[in-house]
C-alpha cells in the first residue's frame, strides 16, 4: 500500500511558474512508476507526465511537453512536477499517482493521492 501526499497548489499569473510535490510513504517508492494527471471543471481526468522506477525515462502530455518536468528523488519517496509559462488552461486539479508496473505512460495507476487545485490567472 503505498499513500501519496500533494503539494504546492496555489493561484499563480498566467507566464509564472508552480513546483508540485508528492511525498510518498513506504519503503518501495523506487519501485514504482509515478505520474501526474489533472483534472479541469467539466472535463475528464488526464494524463500530464510520467517517470520510470529509476527516473531515467519521463514521459509528457503534448500539452506539457516543453513547459512541464516531471522529476523524482527516490531517498527522499517524493516526485515532483516543475511547471513554468504556466496559462489559464492548467487551472486544474492536479493529482499524483503510482503504478507497480514501470510503464509510467498509462491511465492505469494503482494509488492516486487527493489532488492539489492549481488555477492560473490571465
Known amino acids: 500500500q503505498v499513500q501519496l501526499v500533494e503539494s504546492g497548489g496555489g493561484l499563480v499569473q498566467a507566464g509564472g511558474s508552480l513546483r508540485l510535490s508528492c511525498a510518498a510513504s513506504?519503503?518501495?517508492?523506487?519501485?514504482?512508476?509515478m505520474g501526474w494527471f489533472r483534472q479541469a471543471p467539466g472535463k475528464e481526468r488526464g494524463f500530464v507526465a510520467g517517470i520510470s522506477f529509476s527516473g531515467r525515462s519521463t514521459y509528457y502530455a503534448d500539452p506539457a511537453k516543453g513547459r512541464f518536468t516531471i522529476s523524482r528523488d527516490n531517498a527522499k519517496n517524493t516526485v515532483y512536477l516543475q511547471m513554468n509559462s504556466l496559462k489559464p488552461e492548467d487551472t486544474a486539479v492536479y493529482y499524483c499517482?503510482?503504478?507497480?508496473?514501470?510503464?509510467?505512460?498509462?491511465?492505469?495507476?494503482?494509488?492516486w493521492g487527493q489532488g492539489t487545485q492549481v488555477t492560473v490567472s490571465s
Open positions: 499517482a503510482a503504478r507497480t508496473t514501470n510503464s509510467p505512460l498509462s491511465d492505469d495507476y494503482d494509488y
Open positions: 513506504g519503503r518501495t517508492f523506487s519501485r514504482h512508476a
